[in-house]
């Protein structure tokens, strides 16, 4: 027995967040036969709603659901859940421009080097299709094609990942229901005081509206942009990054399902932001992200509502943000995750993503009620190194427009960004390397897809692929595509698939 063990863990605020944080605490510290008991409270207030637009995934979602044990079909069937093999990009960089950013990579390396350096070399000496040809999850969500990766050998039919877009509502529902079953208690209440350690500040309970007192020893906060405890209580401090990433307000809105059901979001550029379209079994979630500085509130609800491919089902929903994050995630015995350690625009859909590796550092560096502030240092420079990494990488997105139509994509052009990425650009664009700084992050042929999406050519390329033979390479490169085009033909629809395997029942209607 341990007595500086953690007794009571209090999660304050649900959402996607607060249960994507008690379901793997729960079924850690909660199952049968632990000999040092754990208790688990959420609490949530009815009053306060989710942002709700975290919907699309990246392909880390499925490793965290394995974690748990979810049953991937139950997953989808109860979430309205579909399939997600990238994003697809239009109008950025130019107007007309589209390109794919496809979860995977571009084919095995060869003789040592990235396939891509190899195109680029073949490139140069003419006849060579667009390099996405070499990305089975581009080609795949080019015909809307779908089926999970078969066989364990190296092959076109499993040279791809995927995630899922899901009803984020659904979702944090789903996984409440989980963490309940194996012991989290959920107590439905608004926080109006925080009580503390007189001698050195730590949080030792909660006060409720009702009067009721919360004790806990670890305080996970997962409040949103509110971020109650850390920086209402913590004062951790909020690093404003508006200038590199201009938008600061969003909209959205709920629309009716159109077929055929696409396996990818869309995400489509426009004078003041961005607007997304994320396809579910049940709707289709849609948004408009913008910066108030060059666009209206009515202006930019037109812009969406006019670029809906169904009927709207609601009124736009606004909501408010400034890019940037919490100088601490963690102070005392205070962790936040979610929007309260910070706000990334979802262009490259890393709020959840964000979520589950917080989650995963909290598990990795779990206290005692020590709280020795090594593991606190170091949970706060891997939150801090991985935000930052992903900020550069959005900012990649903006940073090389060729668009000169509007105000905004003139400040985008114009705006100075950091030093980290100002090097991993040129990097690039004189010789063809891709820098990755988070290696748990985005990786090569991600920013090998948003610069070759965007037009960014290297000036040069590796001088070691010219060691090859070029008739046996375009032979390896013909290959190739027509193994992933082949494969991709023999796939279902995407639409399909679903329906014969992973039909969702209708949703319950909505309770007023």
Known sequence: MNPARIRKIVIVGGGTAGWMTAAPLARLLLRRGATEACDIVLVESPEIGTIGVGEATLPSIVQYNRSLGLDQADFVRRTQASFKLGIQFRDWGHV?????????????????????????????????????????????????????????????????????????????????????????????????????????????????????????????????????????????????????????????????????????????????????????????????????????????????????DGQALDTPRPIRFTTGRRRRSWVKNVVAIGLSAGFMEPLESTSIHLILDNVARLIHFFPDRHFAPAPIAEFNRLAQFQFEAIRDFIVLHYKLTQRSDSGFWRYCAAMPITDTLAVQIELFRSGGRVSVRDPNGFQEPSWVSIYLGLGLLPERYDPFVDQVDEQALREHFARLRSAIAQTAAAMPQHGDFIARHLQAPPPAPAVL
């Not at 942009?225 to 990054?241: H, K, N, T």
């Not at 489509?268 to 289709?284: M, S, Y």
């Open 96 to 308: 007309g421009n589209r390109f794919f950013h496809g979860f995977g990579d571009f084919g095995p390396p060869i003789e040592g080097r990235a396939p891509w350096q190899h195109w680029l070399r073949l490139r140069r000496g003419g006849d060579m299709s667009p390099h996405e040809d070499w990305s089975m999850a581009t080609v795949m969500a080019r015909g809307n094609r779908f089926t999970l990766p078969q066989g364990d050998r190296p092959s076109a039919a499993n040279a791809f990942a995927y995630a899922f877009h899901f009803d984020a509502g659904l979702y944090a529902a789903y996984l409440r229901e989980f963490a309940l079953a194996l012991g989290a208690v959920r107590v439905e209440g608004t926080v109006v005081d925080v009580e503390r350690r007189p001698e050195d500040g730590f949080v030792t309970a909660l006060r409720l509206a009702d009067g009721r007192r919360i004790e806990g020893d670890l305080f996970v906060d997962c409040s949103g942009q509110r971020a109650l405890l850390i920086e209402g209580v913590m004062q951790a401090g909020y690093e404003d990054w508006s200038a590199l990433l201009p938008c600061d307000s969003a909209l959205a809105v709920p629309s009716t399902r159109v077929e055929p059901l696409a396996p990818y979001t869309v995400s489509t550029a426009q004078a003041a932001g961005w607007t997304w379209r994320i396809p579910l079994q049940h709707r289709t979630g849609n948004g408009h992200v913008y910066s108030s500085a060059f666009a209206s509130d009515d202006a930019a609800a037109q812009v969406l509502l006019q670029g809906l």
